[in-house]
């Protein structure tokens, strides 16, 4: 599949910072009306402070004042197709169960529904 919240994805996948597990990670949010928000996998030598792409994703959407998110894209070279860690599902709940998520691989792209990842969400409702 090529659109262009793919190709956006693979722009920030080849911005990926990531020596140390050579996997290269883009991610792609839009917003409800059409901006785009990109996040590269940054890694660290100090292992465990790894930023994902789609965590990176978000920090800019949020960064920007934005919120709300329509469609989210997650680019690698691994086929099926890499979904997002469980860290960034829940990191993406925040914003709404109801996003629809296209993984794309070197060949495959396939699309969830991040309720669907993430089931039995913990989330801002509980906190009310
Ligand atoms: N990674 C992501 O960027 N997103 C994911 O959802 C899965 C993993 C990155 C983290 C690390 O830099 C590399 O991929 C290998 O785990």
């Known amino acids: 599949m090529t659109d262009s ?5 693979r722009g920030a996948q080849a911005r990926a910072y990531a020596p140390y597990s050579k996997f290269h990670v883009g991610a792609a949010l839009e917003s409800p ?3 785009v928000f990109l996040g590269c996998n940054v890694e660290n030598a100090s292992y465990g402070l790894t930023i994902c792409a789609e965590r990176a994703a978000v920090c800019a959407a949020v960064s920007a004042g934005v919120t709300r998110f329509r469609r989210a894209v997650v680019v690698s070279d691994v086929d099926p197709p890499a979904a997002p860690c469980g860290a960034c599902r829940q990191v993406l709940a925040e914003f709404g169960l109801g996003l629809e998520i296209d993984g794309v691989g070197s060949k495959a792209t396939v ?3 991040l309720s669907d990842l993430l089931p039995a969400a913990f989330g801002p409702e509980q906190l009310r």
Do not use: E, H, V
């Open 5 to 9: 919240l793919i190709s956006a994805a």
């Open 33 to 35: 009306d059409g901006a």
């Open 111 to 113: 699309r969830w529904r």
